[in-house]
């Protein structure tokens, strides 16, 4: 039964979620809140292990779920239920090309989903930052998460504005903040 729940959840996830990895951040939070598989703090980890992986972050998200809720089995279940809608649709829009390339209406329909993608994207976006840097459910005194702040300004300084580091791969500095985290749980920062 759980993976039939896996494959359906992550299904739902992969039909709706337009506008790639983080889109699926609100369906991640639904699936938190349903079954109890994760926590909403889980997320955080999900996301620092997904971007830093290899691979689209929806699909790593999805086997990263699904492994910790059922092992290899349930990565590949989950997995494939992320992935199903994209082919289904695929396969069904390959089929009617040639009447989807002229119609006006499909043309409007993928126009209008633009602006709601940008929208998933963007609340995915403050969600992130708000697990990684704010912490609303401590005192006020503790609602900002400074040394997390102060490694995002010292990233944002040195890809915007420093020329030597400015260049450098993105995994570069995906590498030196998780060398960071390691660095503050060590220290107990």
Not at 93 to 122: H, M, Q
Request: aromatic fraction near 12%; hydrophobic fraction near 55%; charge should be positive.
């Amino acid at each position: 039964m759980t993976y039939l729940r896996l494959f359906l959840e992550f299904f739902r996830t992969g039909l709706f979620a337009v506008g790639g990895g983080l889109a699926t951040m609100p369906f991640l939070y639904h699936i938190s809140d349903t079954t109890g598989w994760f926590s909403h703090a889980d997320l955080a980890n999900m996301i620092a292990v997904s971007e830093s992986t290899p691979g689209p972050m929806g699909i790593n998200m999805a086997t990263y779920v699904g492994f910790t809720v059922a092992g290899i089995p349930g990565a590949v279940i989950a997995t494939l239920g992320l992935v199903s809608p994209s082919i289904i649709v695929i396969l069904i829009v390959a089929k009617f090309l040639e009447t989807f390339r002229t119609n006006r209406t499909v043309d409007a329909v993928f126009y209008g989903l633009r602006p709601a993608s940008c929208g998933l994207i963007a609340a995915a976006g403050l969600s992130v930052v708000s697990l990684a840097l704010l912490n609303l459910n401590g005192a006020p005194a503790e609602w900002f998460q400074w040394k997390y702040i102060a490694l995002a300004a010292v990233i944002l300084v040195l890809t915007r504005w420093v020329k030597p580091t400015k260049k450098l791969h993105p995994i570069v500095f995906i590498l030196g903040s998780a060398a960071a985290g390691i660095l503050f749980g060590a220290l107990g920062i």
